[in-house]
């Protein structure tokens, strides 16, 4: 049996899209958004306009859920994740910096690094944003199916991200 950091992990590496979730003066707002595994997080891109974009640049924080929506019901299984997060510089050295850290499930070939950094920085609205996971938690099966309860288990992030990086 899996521990909980393992299920995290299993659940990161295998699914590619995050349900951000931030908060502005209008209030709450979710997007979905692909990320990109790195070393004590994930990053993803996005227009420098776009609502999370603004909420992430005044409060530095974000919350995020990724899963499997294709899963049965009796086997849902998620992972929620409480975020410090910030814009990455539109320079060059920063984004490379960024993608040069992904994790193997992520990462690109080396003669590759330099076509990708131009790619972000030729549009001149795009950004990285780098989302450090603070807490991290997983859907606790036991309670779903002893009580039809939905709730929570904290995991140790770090631990999860021991097991990403190998």
């Known amino acids: 049996m899996r ?6 992990a299993a659940i990161l590496t295998t699914q590619r899209f995050v349900v951000i979730g931030t908060a ?3 209030g709450p707002w979710t997007a ?9 997080g994930l990053y993803v891109e996005s227009d420098l306009g776009s609502r ?7 409060s530095g924080t974000a919350s995020g859920v990724v899963y499997d929506s294709s899963a049965a019901v009796a086997d849902a299984d998620g992972v929620q994740l409480a975020f410090s997060a910030r814009e ?7 984004v490379r ?3 040069a850290a992904r994790l193997p499930r992520d990462a690109c070939p080396a003669d590759a690094l330099d076509a990708e950094v131009a790619a972000v920085l030729a549009v001149p609205t795009k950004r990285l944003y780098a989302l450090e996971v603070e807490r991290a938690y997983v859907f606790d099966r036991d309670a779903w ?3 039809g309860t939905d709730a929570r288990r904290e995991v140790d992030a770090a631990a999860v991200w021991r097991i990403l990086t190998g």
């Open 3 to 8: 521990s909980p950091e393992q299920r995290a």
């Open 52 to 58: 999370h974009a603004r909420a992430i640049a005044g």
């Open 88 to 94: 990455v510089d539109a320079t060059e050295p920063a």
């Open 97 to 99: 910096e960024i993608l």
């Open 145 to 147: 199916r002893s009580r």
């Open 32 to 40: 979905a958004a692909q990320y990109r595994l790195v070393p004590r």
């Open 24 to 26: 502005d003066t209008t």
